[in-house]
């Protein structure tokens, strides 16, 4: 799964800032599926994009938190105004095509809020 | 409410000694459901898909099968480099992933 390029691997943020975190997906994969992992919690789903499209953003906080994937350049996780509650590993997966196929997920990001 | 528990939450083996790791699951409209490794301080690797009841798939010493309620991960003659938190999820609508808390493996040499 090395692939799935996520950067940068460790972000440190003081509460009241922006974190912006980015995942490149597999070669020729088109869909990108963000995921969370809160300290002791399983993963939990955020998002799901494709090119200049979000298709499911149903975990997703519905403030300060927001994603795209453009059609050119990488998909991004956007937390405004980070609180300490948001310090997790968030992790980004990548698929050629929707439907029953396997994500590969790439190293993650691992954000702290101080 | 969908649903995914795995048991147990740790498990120390010794080296050589064969187990099975439990997924039971609840969910509308299942799709897949998948098995992931994470080692520490990395990103879940895949290891298996299934799809029906009574399927089942192989990789070195790892088997995982499926039920209509529940999965297991058998593991024959672990070796201590099978150390890692496994993960089980099930696939629920275009593509989003359910994951179970994981299992906490340690292979003792």
Same mark, same amino acid.
């Given at each position: 799964?090395?692939?799935v390029m996520q950067n940068p691997r460790?972000l440190?943020?003081?509460?009241?800032?922006?974190?912006?975190l980015r995942c490149s997906p597999?070669?020729?994969?088109?869909?990108?599926?963000w995921?969370?992992?809160?300290?002791?919690?399983?993963?939990?789903?955020?998002?799901?994009?494709?090119?200049?499209?979000?298709?499911?953003?149903?975990?997703?906080?519905?403030? #300060?938190?927001?994603?795209?994937?453009?059609?050119?350049?990488p998909s991004?996780l956007?937390?405004?105004?980070?609180? #300490?509650?948001?310090?997790?590993a968030y992790f980004c997966a990548?698929?050629?095509?929707?439907?029953?196929?396997?994500?590969?997920f790439g190293q993650g990001t691992r954000?702290?809020?101080? | 409410?969908?649903? %995914?528990?795995?048991?147990?939450?740790?498990?120390?083996?010794?080296?050589?000694?064969?187990?099975?790791?439990?997924?039971?699951?609840? %969910?509308?409209?299942?799709?897949?459901?998948?098995?992931?490794?994470?080692?520490?301080? !990395?990103g879940?690797?895949?290891?298996?898909?299934?799809?029906?009841?009574?399927?089942?798939?192989?990789?070195?010493?790892?088997?995982?099968?499926?039920?209509? !309620?529940?999965?297991?991960?058998?593991?024959?003659?672990? !070796?201590?480099?099978?150390?890692?938190?496994?993960?089980?999820? %099930?696939?629920?609508?275009?593509?989003?992933? %359910?994951?179970?808390?994981?299992?906490?493996?340690?292979?003792?040499?």
């Amino acid at each position: 799964n090395a692939g799935v390029m996520q950067n940068p691997r460790h972000l440190v943020r003081r509460r009241g800032q922006e974190a912006r975190l980015r995942c490149s997906p597999m070669k020729g994969h088109s869909h990108v599926y963000w995921y969370r992992q809160l300290p002791e919690e399983g993963l939990k789903f955020m998002v799901y994009l494709q090119k200049e499209n979000i298709i499911d953003e149903s975990g997703m906080p519905k403030e #300060r938190f927001s994603a795209e994937f453009p059609k050119e350049g990488p998909s991004i996780l956007r937390i405004q105004q980070v609180v #300490r509650g948001d310090s997790a590993a968030y992790f980004c997966a990548s698929s050629p095509e929707g439907g029953n196929t396997e994500a590969f997920f790439g190293q993650g990001t691992r954000l702290t809020v101080v | 409410e969908d649903q %995914v528990t795995q048991s147990p939450e740790a498990l120390r083996l010794q080296e050589g000694e064969s187990s099975s790791l439990n997924c039971s699951y609840t %969910v509308s409209g299942l799709r897949g459901l998948f098995w992931y490794r994470q080692d520490p301080g !990395k990103g879940p690797e895949f290891l298996f898909t299934l799809y029906s009841a009574g399927e089942e798939k192989e990789k070195e010493r790892l088997k995982a099968t499926l039920t209509k !309620k529940e999965s297991f991960l058998h593991i024959t003659a672990p !070796k201590p480099e099978d150390s890692a938190t496994y993960l089980c999820a %099930v696939q629920k609508g275009a593509q989003k992933l %359910v994951f179970g808390q994981g299992t906490r493996l340690t292979i003792n040499p």
